[in-house]
Structures are given as structure tokens and as C-alpha cells.
């Protein structure tokens, strides 16, 4: 695992909290809740694509398929 990945997964937390701060601060709380949602979304799917590859380098070092 590189530590690239936890340093991604870190910015978009900051980004989304900030994000998340001055929309409440605007009372725009559906515009906050869809923001934190979207962030979520996004580290889920960068996470989704890491297992994938631990995965297919599992298959490949123990010769699956």
C-alpha cells in the first residue's frame, strides 16, 4: 500500500470538511449533506479499485485462474 493512497483519502477528507463548514455557515445544509455524500462516494470507489488490485495480486501469486 503506498502512501500516496492515505494522503489522497486525506485531501478530499479536509476538502469535503471545509466544503461542509462554509455551506452549513450559508445555511445551505442540503448543499452540505450532498458534498460530504459525494466525498464519501468518492473515497469508497478509490478504495473499492485498491482491493481490486489486492485481489487480482492474490490470484496471480497463488496461480487462481
Not at 452540505?32 to 501469486?61: C, D, P, Q, R, W
Request: charged share 15%; hydrophobic share 60%; no cysteine.
Amino acid at each position: 500500500m503506498n502512501i500516496d493512497l492515505i494522503f489522497k483519502i486525506a485531501g478530499i477528507g479536509i476538502i469535503v470538511a471545509v466544503l461542509n463548514l462554509l455551506l452549513k455557515r450559508a445555511e445551505r445544509e442540503e448543499q452540505a449533506m450532498m458534498t460530504t455524500l459525494a466525498g464519501l462516494i468518492v473515497v469508497l470507489m478509490i478504495i473499492i479499485n485498491e482491493i481490486s488490485n489486492l485481489f487480482e495480486t492474490i490470484k496471480s501469486v497463488f496461480g487462481l485462474w
